[in-house]
Protein backbone atom coordinates (compact mmCIF):
# COMPACT_ATOMS: atom_id res chain seq x y z
CA UNK A 1 0.00 0.00 0.00
CA UNK A 2 1.47 3.17 -1.08
CA UNK A 3 1.53 6.65 0.81
CA UNK A 4 -1.77 8.29 -1.33
CA UNK A 5 -3.93 4.73 -0.88
CA UNK A 6 -2.93 4.87 3.34
CA UNK A 7 -3.84 8.43 3.22
CA UNK A 8 -6.90 7.83 1.56
CA UNK A 9 -7.81 4.56 4.46
CA UNK A 10 -7.19 7.12 6.98
CA UNK A 11 -9.76 9.88 5.66
CA UNK A 12 -11.91 7.32 5.51
CA UNK A 13 -11.70 5.72 9.03
CA UNK A 14 -12.09 8.97 10.16
CA UNK A 15 -15.41 9.80 8.62
CA UNK A 16 -16.72 6.91 9.64
CA UNK A 17 -16.00 6.81 12.76
CA UNK A 18 -17.63 10.32 13.25
CA UNK A 19 -20.89 8.79 11.31
CA UNK A 20 -21.01 5.83 13.50
CA UNK A 21 -24.20 6.26 14.82
CA UNK A 22 -25.73 5.93 11.39
CA UNK A 23 -23.79 3.04 10.94
CA UNK A 24 -22.82 4.80 7.36
CA UNK A 25 -19.88 3.71 5.92
CA UNK A 26 -18.26 6.03 3.33
CA UNK A 27 -16.09 3.24 1.87
CA UNK A 28 -18.39 1.75 -1.13
CA UNK A 29 -19.81 5.33 -1.74
CA UNK A 30 -15.69 6.98 -2.44
CA UNK A 31 -13.68 4.05 -3.17
CA UNK A 32 -13.55 3.74 -7.48
CA UNK A 33 -14.93 7.23 -7.70
CA UNK A 34 -11.43 8.31 -8.96
CA UNK A 35 -8.06 6.81 -10.44
CA UNK A 36 -4.88 6.52 -8.80
CA UNK A 37 -3.57 7.36 -12.40
CA UNK A 38 -5.65 11.01 -12.49
CA UNK A 39 -4.47 12.07 -8.83
CA UNK A 40 -0.77 11.01 -9.48
CA UNK A 41 -0.44 12.89 -12.88
CA UNK A 42 -3.06 15.48 -12.46
CA UNK A 43 -1.39 19.16 -11.40
CA UNK A 44 -2.99 21.46 -9.53
CA UNK A 45 -2.57 25.11 -9.44
CA UNK A 46 -2.31 28.26 -6.88
CA UNK A 47 -3.31 31.92 -7.91
CA UNK A 48 -1.65 34.83 -6.63
CA UNK A 49 -3.20 38.66 -7.26
CA UNK A 50 -2.75 41.76 -5.44
CA UNK A 51 -5.81 41.66 -4.02
CA UNK A 52 -5.99 38.69 -2.34
CA UNK A 53 -3.90 37.68 0.56
CA UNK A 54 -1.38 34.94 -0.61
CA UNK A 55 -0.72 32.13 2.48
CA UNK A 56 -0.39 28.79 0.94
CA UNK A 57 0.59 25.47 3.06
CA UNK A 58 0.15 22.00 1.72
CA UNK A 59 1.19 19.03 3.40
CA UNK A 60 0.89 15.19 3.11
CA UNK A 61 -1.90 16.01 0.60
CA UNK A 62 -3.17 15.29 -3.19
CA UNK A 63 -4.18 18.33 -4.80
CA UNK A 64 -4.89 17.01 -8.18
CA UNK A 65 -6.85 19.28 -10.34
CA UNK A 66 -7.30 21.67 -7.51
CA UNK A 67 -7.59 25.38 -7.48
CA UNK A 68 -6.58 27.56 -4.59
CA UNK A 69 -7.23 31.22 -3.68
CA UNK A 70 -6.49 33.06 -0.36
CA UNK A 71 -5.27 32.07 2.58
CA UNK A 72 -5.88 28.18 2.46
CA UNK A 73 -3.90 25.12 4.16
CA UNK A 74 -4.29 21.21 3.74
CA UNK A 75 -3.06 18.65 5.59
CA UNK A 76 -3.66 14.97 5.55
CA UNK A 77 -6.53 15.56 2.64
CA UNK A 78 -7.06 14.31 -0.92
CA UNK A 79 -8.63 17.49 -3.40
CA UNK A 80 -9.39 15.91 -6.96
CA UNK A 81 -10.57 19.13 -9.21
CA UNK A 82 -12.35 21.10 -6.14
CA UNK A 83 -12.21 24.67 -6.02
CA UNK A 84 -10.95 26.26 -2.67
CA UNK A 85 -12.13 29.97 -3.45
CA UNK A 86 -10.82 32.59 -0.78
CA UNK A 87 -11.60 35.81 -1.67
CA UNK A 88 -14.40 36.66 0.59
CA UNK A 89 -12.46 35.88 3.84
CA UNK A 90 -12.45 38.01 6.88
CA UNK A 91 -9.26 40.81 7.24
CA UNK A 92 -7.94 41.17 10.44
CA UNK A 93 -9.31 44.59 12.06
CA UNK A 94 -13.21 43.98 10.91
CA UNK A 95 -15.83 43.16 13.33
CA UNK A 96 -17.32 40.22 12.78
CA UNK A 97 -21.14 39.90 14.04
CA UNK A 98 -22.92 36.74 14.81
CA UNK A 99 -25.59 35.74 17.45
CA UNK A 100 -25.39 38.98 18.93
CA UNK A 101 -21.90 39.23 19.23
CA UNK A 102 -19.30 41.92 17.70
CA UNK A 103 -16.10 40.01 17.38
CA UNK A 104 -12.81 42.05 16.26
CA UNK A 105 -10.86 39.72 14.44
CA UNK A 106 -6.83 39.86 14.96
CA UNK A 107 -5.95 38.00 12.26
CA UNK A 108 -6.88 36.96 8.53
CA UNK A 109 -9.37 34.03 8.27
CA UNK A 110 -7.82 30.91 6.65
CA UNK A 111 -9.32 28.03 4.85
CA UNK A 112 -8.17 24.72 6.60
CA UNK A 113 -8.94 21.17 5.49
CA UNK A 114 -7.61 18.38 6.93
CA UNK A 115 -8.10 14.62 6.90
CA UNK A 116 -10.89 15.24 4.48
CA UNK A 117 -11.63 13.80 0.78
CA UNK A 118 -13.18 16.45 -1.42
CA UNK A 119 -13.97 15.82 -4.85
CA UNK A 120 -15.27 18.53 -7.45
CA UNK A 121 -16.71 20.28 -4.10
CA UNK A 122 -16.55 24.52 -4.10
CA UNK A 123 -15.16 25.41 -1.03
CA UNK A 124 -16.53 29.72 -0.57
CA UNK A 125 -17.24 32.07 1.36
CA UNK A 126 -15.87 32.75 4.93
CA UNK A 127 -17.12 30.94 9.07
CA UNK A 128 -20.20 32.12 9.70
CA UNK A 129 -19.58 30.30 12.93
CA UNK A 130 -18.82 32.98 15.99
CA UNK A 131 -16.73 30.00 17.95
CA UNK A 132 -14.44 30.04 14.92
CA UNK A 133 -14.46 33.73 13.61
CA UNK A 134 -10.65 33.36 11.96
CA UNK A 135 -10.86 29.27 10.85
CA UNK A 136 -13.36 28.08 8.59
CA UNK A 137 -12.17 24.25 8.84
CA UNK A 138 -13.10 21.15 7.16
CA UNK A 139 -12.44 18.80 8.53
CA UNK A 140 -12.90 14.35 8.98
CA UNK A 141 -15.50 15.45 5.74
CA UNK A 142 -16.01 13.14 2.77
CA UNK A 143 -17.71 15.35 -0.23
CA UNK A 144 -18.72 14.30 -3.49
CA UNK A 145 -19.43 15.65 -6.91
CA UNK A 146 -20.19 19.31 -7.44
CA UNK A 147 -21.36 19.49 -3.74
CA UNK A 148 -21.35 23.13 -2.37
CA UNK A 149 -19.61 23.57 1.06
CA UNK A 150 -20.68 27.48 1.58
CA UNK A 151 -19.48 29.41 4.60
CA UNK A 152 -19.96 26.23 6.66
CA UNK A 153 -17.31 24.61 8.80
CA UNK A 154 -17.79 20.93 8.75
CA UNK A 155 -17.04 17.99 10.89
CA UNK A 156 -17.06 14.18 10.77
CA UNK A 157 -19.64 15.02 7.47
CA UNK A 158 -20.47 13.10 4.21
CA UNK A 159 -21.79 14.89 1.89
CA UNK A 160 -23.33 13.56 -1.73
CA UNK A 161 -23.10 14.70 -5.17
CA UNK A 162 -24.61 18.10 -5.93
CA UNK A 163 -25.12 18.56 -2.02
CA UNK A 164 -25.21 21.67 -0.89
CA UNK A 165 -24.05 23.49 2.67
CA UNK A 166 -24.70 27.01 3.07
CA UNK A 167 -23.61 29.35 5.81
CA UNK A 168 -24.23 26.17 8.48
CA UNK A 169 -22.04 24.84 10.82
CA UNK A 170 -22.17 21.19 10.08
CA UNK A 171 -21.26 18.66 12.62
CA UNK A 172 -21.47 14.91 12.13
CA UNK A 173 -24.08 14.49 9.10
CA UNK A 174 -24.96 13.34 6.01
CA UNK A 175 -25.96 15.35 3.67
CA UNK A 176 -28.19 13.52 0.99
CA UNK A 177 -27.53 14.14 -2.51
CA UNK A 178 -29.09 17.00 -4.09
CA UNK A 179 -29.81 18.45 -0.73
CA UNK A 180 -29.37 22.54 0.46
CA UNK A 181 -29.22 23.23 4.23
CA UNK A 182 -29.17 26.50 5.17
CA UNK A 183 -29.86 26.18 9.18
CA UNK A 184 -27.24 27.81 11.15
CA UNK A 185 -25.94 25.27 13.12
CA UNK A 186 -26.87 21.70 12.40
CA UNK A 187 -25.60 18.31 14.51
CA UNK A 188 -25.82 14.59 14.49
CA UNK A 189 -28.42 15.25 11.36
CA UNK A 190 -29.00 12.03 8.43
CA UNK A 191 -30.64 14.92 5.75
CA UNK A 192 -32.14 12.62 3.07
CA UNK A 193 -31.87 13.30 -0.49
CA UNK A 194 -33.69 16.12 -2.29
CA UNK A 195 -34.37 17.90 0.72
CA UNK A 196 -34.52 21.81 0.59
CA UNK A 197 -34.39 23.37 4.03
CA UNK A 198 -33.51 26.74 5.09
CA UNK A 199 -34.00 27.70 8.68
CA UNK A 200 -33.75 30.75 10.77
CA UNK A 201 -34.36 29.54 14.52
CA UNK A 202 -37.16 32.32 15.61
CA UNK A 203 -37.95 33.57 12.76
CA UNK A 204 -38.77 31.17 9.66
CA UNK A 205 -38.64 27.43 8.73
CA UNK A 206 -38.93 26.93 5.06
CA UNK A 207 -38.85 22.84 4.49
CA UNK A 208 -39.43 21.13 0.75
CA UNK A 209 -38.79 17.33 0.12
CA UNK A 210 -38.56 15.95 -3.75
CA UNK A 211 -41.66 13.37 -4.08
CA UNK A 212 -39.96 9.66 -4.21
CA UNK A 213 -38.22 9.05 -7.46
CA UNK A 214 -38.79 12.43 -8.79
CA UNK A 215 -35.36 13.25 -8.44
CA UNK A 216 -33.92 9.26 -10.19
CA UNK A 217 -33.69 10.91 -13.99
CA UNK A 218 -31.59 13.62 -12.72
CA UNK A 219 -28.55 12.53 -9.60
CA UNK A 220 -28.73 8.51 -7.79
CA UNK A 221 -25.82 7.64 -6.28
CA UNK A 222 -25.71 4.43 -5.28
CA UNK A 223 -22.71 2.05 -3.19
CA UNK A 224 -19.87 1.17 -5.63
CA UNK A 225 -20.81 3.20 -8.22
CA UNK A 226 -20.40 6.32 -10.07
CA UNK A 227 -22.78 9.20 -9.75
CA UNK A 228 -25.85 8.95 -12.56
CA UNK A 229 -28.50 10.55 -14.07
CA UNK A 230 -29.29 13.45 -15.96
CA UNK A 231 -27.34 16.33 -14.43
CA UNK A 232 -23.87 14.14 -14.73
CA UNK A 233 -24.79 13.09 -18.63
CA UNK A 234 -25.24 16.93 -18.91
CA UNK A 235 -21.75 18.08 -17.85
CA UNK A 236 -20.10 15.45 -19.63
CA UNK A 237 -21.48 16.06 -22.79
CA UNK A 238 -19.56 19.54 -22.03
CA UNK A 239 -16.20 18.49 -20.44
CA UNK A 240 -14.40 18.43 -23.93
CA UNK A 241 -14.49 22.28 -23.70
CA UNK A 242 -13.20 22.25 -20.65
CA UNK A 243 -10.42 20.10 -21.61
CA UNK A 244 -9.54 22.29 -24.22
CA UNK A 245 -8.91 25.41 -21.58
CA UNK A 246 -7.09 23.45 -19.26
CA UNK A 247 -4.71 22.24 -21.96
CA UNK A 248 -4.17 25.50 -23.36
CA UNK A 249 -1.50 27.74 -21.56
CA UNK A 250 -1.35 30.72 -23.75
CA UNK A 251 -5.31 31.35 -23.95
CA UNK A 252 -6.79 34.24 -26.25
CA UNK A 253 -9.61 35.94 -24.95
CA UNK A 254 -12.85 34.44 -27.60
CA UNK A 255 -14.83 37.95 -27.07
CA UNK A 256 -15.06 41.78 -25.91
CA UNK A 257 -14.99 41.90 -22.25
CA UNK A 258 -15.78 45.59 -20.79
CA UNK A 259 -12.88 46.80 -18.50
CA UNK A 260 -15.06 46.97 -15.34
CA UNK A 261 -16.23 43.13 -16.38
CA UNK A 262 -14.05 39.52 -15.36
CA UNK A 263 -13.75 36.91 -17.54
CA UNK A 264 -12.32 33.98 -15.83
CA UNK A 265 -9.10 32.41 -17.11
CA UNK A 266 -10.14 28.85 -16.86
CA UNK A 267 -14.17 29.60 -18.02
CA UNK A 268 -15.71 28.29 -21.23
CA UNK A 269 -16.43 30.48 -23.75
CA UNK A 270 -18.42 30.12 -26.77
CA UNK A 271 -20.33 32.12 -29.86
CA UNK A 272 -22.43 33.63 -29.69
CA UNK A 273 -21.50 35.23 -26.21
CA UNK A 274 -21.86 38.92 -24.80
CA UNK A 275 -20.91 40.13 -21.61
CA UNK A 276 -21.88 43.59 -20.40
CA UNK A 277 -19.85 45.88 -17.79
CA UNK A 278 -19.96 44.73 -14.38
CA UNK A 279 -19.83 41.11 -15.04
CA UNK A 280 -17.98 38.36 -13.14
CA UNK A 281 -17.73 35.08 -15.01
CA UNK A 282 -15.80 32.59 -12.72
CA UNK A 283 -14.09 29.91 -13.17
CA UNK A 284 -15.21 26.69 -14.36
CA UNK A 285 -18.46 28.33 -15.63
CA UNK A 286 -19.83 27.58 -19.01
CA UNK A 287 -21.27 30.41 -21.62
CA UNK A 288 -22.76 29.62 -24.97
CA UNK A 289 -25.27 31.72 -26.42
CA UNK A 290 -25.56 33.92 -23.39
CA UNK A 291 -26.22 37.36 -23.14
CA UNK A 292 -25.53 38.78 -19.41
CA UNK A 293 -26.90 41.92 -18.94
CA UNK A 294 -24.81 44.86 -16.83
CA UNK A 295 -23.99 43.13 -13.61
CA UNK A 296 -24.72 39.68 -13.54
CA UNK A 297 -22.63 36.89 -13.04
CA UNK A 298 -22.11 33.15 -13.91
CA UNK A 299 -20.57 31.62 -10.17
CA UNK A 300 -18.71 28.63 -10.37
CA UNK A 301 -19.41 25.45 -11.78
CA UNK A 302 -22.64 27.30 -13.82
CA UNK A 303 -23.92 26.84 -17.41
CA UNK A 304 -25.81 29.28 -19.26
CA UNK A 305 -26.62 27.87 -22.52
CA UNK A 306 -29.33 29.91 -25.37
CA UNK A 307 -29.82 32.44 -22.38
CA UNK A 308 -30.40 35.95 -21.39
CA UNK A 309 -29.83 38.24 -18.47
CA UNK A 310 -31.30 41.06 -18.47
CA UNK A 311 -28.92 42.16 -15.67
CA UNK A 312 -27.96 42.22 -12.08
CA UNK A 313 -29.06 38.14 -12.18
CA UNK A 314 -27.43 36.08 -9.67
CA UNK A 315 -26.68 32.86 -11.16
CA UNK A 316 -25.18 30.85 -7.75
CA UNK A 317 -22.66 28.03 -7.97
CA UNK A 318 -23.50 25.06 -9.65
CA UNK A 319 -27.27 26.59 -11.35
CA UNK A 320 -27.87 25.58 -15.28
CA UNK A 321 -29.84 27.65 -17.49
CA UNK A 322 -30.73 25.84 -20.86
CA UNK A 323 -33.18 27.87 -23.29
CA UNK A 324 -34.02 30.94 -20.85
CA UNK A 325 -35.17 34.42 -20.24
CA UNK A 326 -34.38 36.05 -17.02
CA UNK A 327 -35.43 39.88 -16.09
CA UNK A 328 -33.99 41.95 -14.25
CA UNK A 329 -32.67 41.13 -10.51
CA UNK A 330 -33.76 37.46 -10.72
CA UNK A 331 -31.52 35.06 -8.38
CA UNK A 332 -31.30 31.65 -9.36
CA UNK A 333 -30.39 29.15 -6.15
CA UNK A 334 -27.07 26.97 -6.19
CA UNK A 335 -27.40 23.97 -8.33
CA UNK A 336 -30.76 24.78 -9.76
CA UNK A 337 -31.02 23.27 -13.23
CA UNK A 338 -34.01 25.75 -15.44
CA UNK A 339 -34.61 23.83 -18.86
CA UNK A 340 -36.92 25.32 -21.44
CA UNK A 341 -37.06 22.23 -23.42
CA UNK A 342 -39.16 22.36 -26.66
CA UNK A 343 -39.95 26.29 -25.85
CA UNK A 344 -38.17 29.65 -23.76
CA UNK A 345 -38.32 29.28 -20.28
CA UNK A 346 -39.58 33.05 -19.06
CA UNK A 347 -39.00 34.29 -15.62
CA UNK A 348 -40.34 37.94 -14.72
CA UNK A 349 -37.96 40.79 -12.69
CA UNK A 350 -37.47 40.37 -8.68
CA UNK A 351 -38.13 36.63 -9.25
CA UNK A 352 -36.50 34.32 -6.91
CA UNK A 353 -35.73 30.66 -7.44
CA UNK A 354 -35.20 28.59 -4.09
CA UNK A 355 -31.52 26.70 -4.47
CA UNK A 356 -32.19 23.05 -6.23
CA UNK A 357 -34.80 23.83 -7.88
CA UNK A 358 -35.58 21.87 -11.35
CA UNK A 359 -38.03 23.32 -13.54
CA UNK A 360 -37.70 21.32 -16.97
CA UNK A 361 -40.65 21.39 -19.41
CA UNK A 362 -41.75 20.64 -23.02
CA UNK A 363 -44.24 23.56 -22.81
CA UNK A 364 -44.19 27.04 -22.16
CA UNK A 365 -43.75 28.27 -18.89
CA UNK A 366 -43.85 31.78 -17.88
CA UNK A 367 -42.96 32.97 -14.44
CA UNK A 368 -44.48 36.26 -12.86
CA UNK A 369 -42.35 39.02 -11.94
CA UNK A 370 -42.06 39.26 -7.91
CA UNK A 371 -42.46 34.99 -7.52
CA UNK A 372 -40.91 32.67 -4.72
CA UNK A 373 -40.46 29.43 -6.74
CA UNK A 374 -39.15 26.25 -5.26
CA UNK A 375 -39.44 22.26 -6.05
CA UNK A 376 -39.35 20.69 -9.31
CA UNK A 377 -41.71 21.99 -11.90
CA UNK A 378 -42.63 20.51 -15.22
CA UNK A 379 -45.53 22.28 -15.87
CA UNK A 380 -48.26 25.54 -15.18
CA UNK A 381 -50.21 23.14 -12.57
CA UNK A 382 -46.97 22.26 -10.82
CA UNK A 383 -45.74 25.96 -11.18
CA UNK A 384 -48.91 26.88 -9.40
CA UNK A 385 -48.17 24.30 -6.47
CA UNK A 386 -44.40 25.51 -6.56
CA UNK A 387 -44.62 29.44 -6.67
CA UNK A 388 -46.31 31.97 -4.46
CA UNK A 389 -45.47 35.89 -4.54
CA UNK A 390 -43.64 37.54 -2.61
CA UNK A 391 -46.42 40.05 -1.91
CA UNK A 392 -48.39 37.31 -0.08
CA UNK A 393 -45.11 35.56 1.33
CA UNK A 394 -44.73 38.93 3.39
CA UNK A 395 -48.60 38.84 4.97
CA UNK A 396 -48.03 35.67 6.07
CA UNK A 397 -47.05 35.45 10.12
CA UNK A 398 -47.70 32.10 11.08
CA UNK A 399 -46.86 29.52 8.22
CA UNK A 400 -48.31 27.63 5.56
CA UNK A 401 -47.95 24.30 3.74
CA UNK A 402 -48.29 23.90 -0.22
CA UNK A 403 -47.69 20.93 -1.78
CA UNK A 404 -44.36 19.18 -0.62
CA UNK A 405 -43.38 22.48 0.80
CA UNK A 406 -43.85 23.57 4.75
CA UNK A 407 -43.06 26.92 5.73
CA UNK A 408 -43.34 28.26 9.50
CA UNK A 409 -42.75 32.05 10.55
CA UNK A 410 -42.78 34.98 9.37
CA UNK A 411 -42.67 35.40 5.72
CA UNK A 412 -41.64 38.70 5.47
CA UNK A 413 -38.57 37.98 7.49
CA UNK A 414 -38.28 35.38 4.99
CA UNK A 415 -38.27 37.58 1.92
CA UNK A 416 -36.13 40.38 3.42
CA UNK A 417 -33.54 37.86 4.37
CA UNK A 418 -33.10 36.57 0.77
CA UNK A 419 -33.81 39.91 -0.96
CA UNK A 420 -30.97 41.30 1.34
CA UNK A 421 -28.49 38.61 0.42
CA UNK A 422 -29.22 39.03 -3.03
CA UNK A 423 -27.90 42.62 -2.31
CA UNK A 424 -24.95 41.61 -0.70
CA UNK A 425 -23.93 39.62 -3.25
CA UNK A 426 -24.56 41.98 -6.36
CA UNK A 427 -22.32 44.43 -4.43
CA UNK A 428 -19.59 41.80 -3.53
CA UNK A 429 -18.86 41.06 -6.99
CA UNK A 430 -19.22 44.55 -8.08
CA UNK A 431 -22.56 44.95 -9.89
CA UNK A 432 -22.78 48.33 -9.05
CA UNK A 433 -19.34 50.01 -9.56
CA UNK A 434 -19.20 52.77 -11.08
CA UNK A 435 -16.17 54.21 -11.82
CA UNK A 436 -14.81 54.70 -8.29
CA UNK A 437 -16.83 53.30 -5.89
CA UNK A 438 -18.46 49.87 -5.54
CA UNK A 439 -15.78 47.69 -6.68
CA UNK A 440 -16.28 43.87 -6.16
CA UNK A 441 -14.77 40.46 -7.67
CA UNK A 442 -15.25 41.38 -11.28
CA UNK A 443 -13.22 44.36 -11.35
CA UNK A 444 -10.33 42.73 -8.35
CA UNK A 445 -10.36 38.79 -10.08
CA UNK A 446 -9.18 40.88 -13.22
CA UNK A 447 -5.13 40.53 -12.75
CA UNK A 448 -5.07 37.15 -11.54
CA UNK A 449 -1.48 34.74 -12.29
CA UNK A 450 -2.04 31.21 -12.53
CA UNK A 451 1.12 28.64 -11.09
CA UNK A 452 1.04 24.86 -11.42
CA UNK A 453 2.15 22.77 -8.34
CA UNK A 454 2.63 19.10 -8.83
CA UNK A 455 3.19 15.80 -7.09
CA UNK A 456 5.87 13.03 -6.72
CA UNK A 457 5.99 11.59 -9.88
CA UNK A 458 7.77 8.16 -8.78
CA UNK A 459 8.39 6.56 -5.68
CA UNK A 460 6.27 5.88 -1.92
CA UNK A 461 5.20 9.30 -2.19
CA UNK A 462 4.03 9.01 -5.52
CA UNK A 463 0.68 11.08 -5.72
CA UNK A 464 1.17 12.91 -3.06
CA UNK A 465 2.38 16.59 -3.06
CA UNK A 466 5.56 17.98 -1.34
CA UNK A 467 4.92 20.20 1.88
CA UNK A 468 5.28 23.64 0.40
CA UNK A 469 4.68 26.67 2.06
CA UNK A 470 3.76 29.57 -0.15
CA UNK A 471 3.91 33.25 1.05
CA UNK A 472 4.70 36.60 -0.06
Known amino acids: MNALEKLLQRIIQRVNINLREFDFDVTPFIEGLVSQKELETVHGFYTVSPQHTLDFRFSHSNLAGSYFLGKCRTTNAILFKSDIRGDELKKKGTIFKAAGFAIPLTKNEGIRIEDSFLMKTLVHNYSHDPESPERFTISNTVSTHYANIHGSPTD ?119 IAENVLVSQRSFLQNASLGKGSNAQENCFIINSNLEGYNVTAHGAKLIDVDLGLKVFVGFNSFLRGQNSRLQIGKDCIIMPHTIIDSAAPIRIPPGSLVWGYITSEQDLQENSIPLEDLRKITSGFSQGHIVFEGNGNSFVKAFQNRIMHILDANGAFFDGKKGKGHAQRNQNISFNIVQPYAEGKKKGLYPTMVIKP
Open 156 to 274: GSFLGPFATVDLTTVNDCVIGAYSYVQAGEINHFHIDCGTVWVRSPGNFNFLYRYPDNALRPYIRFEPGRQPQGEFVDFIASHNKEFDKIFATVNRKIPIQVPDTASLDRFAVVLPETT
